[in-house]
């Protein structure tokens, strides 16, 4: 596993994290750049170590891959009043920011409507939301704070990066993928080209594969985000919110959506 040594847990300028939680073990991996993109945190930790790291920090913008609110029913009840037969309205349990990535071709999973519905890493998400409001973090809308959350998706994110569907994150190749993707927009974190050279014919014949140069899933995910987050700070007309203010905004790395992905 790729972990980034972290020289020190405080700095003075601002830091832009993303938190990826992972419900398997109770845990979240995060990420944090500078205001250059350098990579200077990325590591795995319990929910008390998550908030140690960020309250030690000056100012900061965190965005989470994890829904903020609860799904209110906006979407059912706004295609109902549009008189649509039953079976057409089926299924649309989700909030309206989820509504419209589905509308455009990006695959994301249903908030319900009660927490206690939800399954364990969007409880997870839910508990962070308020650790961050207890410690003293603002939504994003809220400007002029220096300690800010935002929310965004890390599927739907590469997804309007790239300009169409990645490949899966769980291949080998849809992780070099997105890497290489925040590579070029200039997040500093290893060449992921590096694989590659790595890569001997006999290494290859033997399955004996540098994995150790290649970012995990949920790596890969927190980073998106902490790009997510420069981004919103950096060069926030570069970025897209979509969704109402009852029930969340996900922010997203473009300036503007396709129609279709």
Known sequence: MLSQVIPSTLFTDSVYVGIDPVSRHKSFVYAALD???????????????????????VSAIVAVNAPSHVNHGLVKKNLEKQSLAPHQIRGVD?????????ERGIA??????RESLCPARVQMGF??????SKLGFKSQLEEGASHQWLETHPQAAFCVLLGENPLQRSMVEGRLQRALLLYEHGVRINDPMDFFEEVTRHKLIHGDLPMELVYLPEQLDALV????AWLTAERPNAITRIGHKQEGFITLPVSSLKERY
């Open 127 to 132: 508990e962070l939301y308020r650790k961050l």
């Open 94 to 102: 989700m909030r309206v920011a989820e509504h419209e990535l589905r």
């Open 35 to 57: 205001r250059g993109l350098n990579l200077v945190a990325l590591a795995d930790g319990e929910m008390e170590e998550v908030m140690a790291f960020l309250g030690g920090q």
């Open 108 to 113: 994301v999973s249903r908030t319900a409507s």
């Open 225 to 228: 985000a902490a790009y997510t």
